[in-house]
């Protein structure tokens, strides 16, 4: 495996897998049941040690009218430890480990390494969507917030306090506590993802999330 360290490298990928999970303020109408929301997750939260699941993802560059299809798997062990692995045509294993940034080009067997901060400013993946506890402490420092309900899903519209140029809605099967759908609206694209097979504490060797190992398919119980 070749190593390369890269400050301000630029990948190929736009939007590449963002998430963020509820940090969240909220209207008054919304209260009652954002408060009973939270309750819920984080009754939920505490039997998750880890989680897996796959994930498709559809991107729409609204400036060039570009379209990228991604896919891949995602793996999260608490309180840090994340793993990102795209199939073709990207090929890449990301692992966010404290404040650095790994990336390993399957293609051409490098691994390139970025600081936290460069990767946040890229807005491709924010490491908070697993910090669930972390998020609901800070619901209303960075977020306003729509929350409706059906019959099987609740749905979450974010709006950023500062920033307002992004919005997320994410939808959630009543029954599970990681989002199935997530919506992404910027000026400058569009992103719809959909996470499936999703298992929860099924990971037992955490040597996956070793950057040496990154050139390694994981094995899931």
């Avoid at 506590?177 to 400058?188: D, W």
Wanted: glycine fraction near 0%; charge should be positive; charged fraction near 25%.
């Amino acid at each position: 495996m070749n190593t390369k360290i890269c400050k301000n490298k630029k990948f190929t990928v736009v939007g590449a897998f963002s998430i963020v999970l509820l940090s969240v303020a909220q209207p008054a109408n919304n209260a009652p049941l954002l408060k009973e929301f939270i309750s819920q997750k984080q009754k939920e939260e505490n039997n998750i040690k880890s989680v897996t699941f796959s994930f498709t993802q559809e991107i729409d560059i609204k400036l060039t009218n570009q379209k990228q299809k991604l896919s891949g798997k995602v793996y999260y062990m608490k309180p840090d430890k994340i793993r990102i692995d795209y199939d073709e045509p990207l090929s890449q294993n990301i692992l966010l480990q404290r404040n650095i940034v790994h990336i390993y080009n399957r293609k051409f067997d490098e691994l390139f390494t970025t600081n936290i901060n460069d990767w946040n400013k890229m807005e491709l993946f924010p490491k908070e969507m697993f910090a669930f506890a972390e998020n609901y402490k800070n619901l209303e420092k960075k977020y306003i917030v729509d929350i409706s309900t059906s019959e099987s899903h609740i749905t979450v519209t974010l709006l950023p306090k500062i920033s307002k140029t992004i919005s997320f809605k994410l939808y959630f099967l009543k029954e599970h506590l990681m989002p199935t759908k997530l919506e992404i609206h910027s000026k400058t694209f569009y992103s719809v993802l959909i996470s499936t097979d999703v298992k929860y504490n099924s990971i037992s060797d955490i040597s996956i999330f070793e950057k040496d190992k990154l050139n390694i398919t994981p094995k899931i119980e």
